[in-house]
């Protein structure tokens, strides 16, 4: 039987119009984050095993929503963009393969490691076309020779943002945040008083935000920047998840009334370094040893700046001593 998501179950109304296909199994572990000397009681929300088959994490929590409307919109082929060693459209070009679903990613160039020439290998190997228009600038020119090149027929590409962050690729981190509240309800973890989080896209922390609030759970959202190419303060993630709200409205969710704000979600950039993918020096690198001992993976592009962030914050009394909670996004490896 398929699983059926917290947002079909609290509201039964929007199911018909916002079609949902399961590509995981949650809901995703809880456990307390020792040996790293926090502060504060700082808990791990692992969803870097949200998947299947080993290709998991936070992105196939929004194609979850994204798949079905491609699907339903007789797609043959999904054009998307994003790094060279994109997690998002690995994640896209694996499971859209398994419904018979193309895919297409422009490549923007950043710093290269073995992690990213790795990934490079998985998407070569994952049957989506790759283009290098290595720039944003050449990027935004090609898109319409882009567009062209994959229209089949009448039929043009499915165009889907970088990370999925569409209001509607957002509703699988209002999933995730209802189904946290569950988890604290039965009492597998308190009520945080936040929840830190890589943003690259901006879909993870405003999705959190709404599904929180959504819950009834005070807690606030850190979203540690970790891309420089886009605007992701806390305004613009307020803003996502206000339409991601009324996405839901106009599917016909009765909604409680709630309104995100800038105070919900705090942007921090100071982990970011020089920019997307660029590592952030020894002191990361020292961190991922420290929290591989901990019995945690991460990647230095996202999941260690965000680590780095909680830890530096914490030490400096940012938390005030309430539970805070880590969301490993770290997919596809």
């Keep these: 039987m398929t699983r059926r998501p917290h ?48 290709w998991g994490g936070n992105k196939v929590r929004k194609l979850e929503w994204l798949l079905p409307q491609a ?4 797609a043959r082929t999904i054009l998307s963009v994003g790094g060279l060693g994109t997690n998002w459209g690995l994640a896209a070009a694996l499971y859209a393969r398994e419904q018979g679903i193309d895919v297409a990613l422009a490549l923007i160039d950043h710093p290269v490691d073995d992690h990213v020439r790795a990934q490079l290998r998985r998407l070569r190997d994952s ?43 957002t509703l699988g981190y209002v999933e995730c945040g209802l189904e946290l509240a569950d988890q604290v309800a039965r009492g597998l973890l308190p009520e945080p008083g936040w929840i830190v989080t890589a943003v690259g896209s901006g879909g993870t922390a405003a999705g959190l935000a709404l599904g929180l609030r959504l819950a009834g759970l005070r807690t606030r959202v850190m979203g540690v920047v970790v891309n420089d190419t886009i605007r992701l303060d806390g305004a613009a993630l307020a803003a996502l998840a206000g339409r991601t709200r009324t996405l839901l409205r106009s599917r016909g969710a009765d909604l409680p009334p709630v309104r995100i704000g800038p105070g919900d979600i705090a942007s921090e950039r100071g982990w970011l370094g020089p920019g997307y993918a660029h590592p952030t020096g020894p002191g990361a690198r020292a961190l991922q040893r420290a929290a591989s001992e901990a019995g945690l993976e991460l990647e230095t592009t996202y999941t260690a700046k965000a680590l780095a962030a909680l830890t530096d914050l914490d030490a400096a009394g940012r938390f005030g001593g309430e539970p805070v909670v880590f969301l490993n996004t770290f997919g596809p490896r």
Excluded at 71 to 74: A, F, H, L, N, T
Excluded at 131 to 154: C, D, E, Q
Aim: overall charge positive; proline content about 13%.
């Design 127 to 169: 049957g989506a076309t790759l283009h290098f228009p290595r720039t944003k600038r050449r990027l935004i020119l090609s898109l319409p020779w882009l567009v062209a090149r994959h229209t089949h027929g009448l039929t043009p590409p499915h165009l889907l943002p970088a990370g999925g962050s569409s209001p509607l690729g």
């Design 7 to 54: 947002l079909h179950r609290a509201w039964p109304a929007a199911a018909d119009a916002l079609p949902y296909l399961a590509l995981g199994d949650g809901p995703t572990p809880v456990r307390p984050l020792d040996g790293l000397g926090f502060r504060s009681p700082v808990w791990l929300k692992d969803d870097s095993g949200y998947g299947r088959g080993g």
């Design 71 to 74: 699907r339903r919109r007789g």
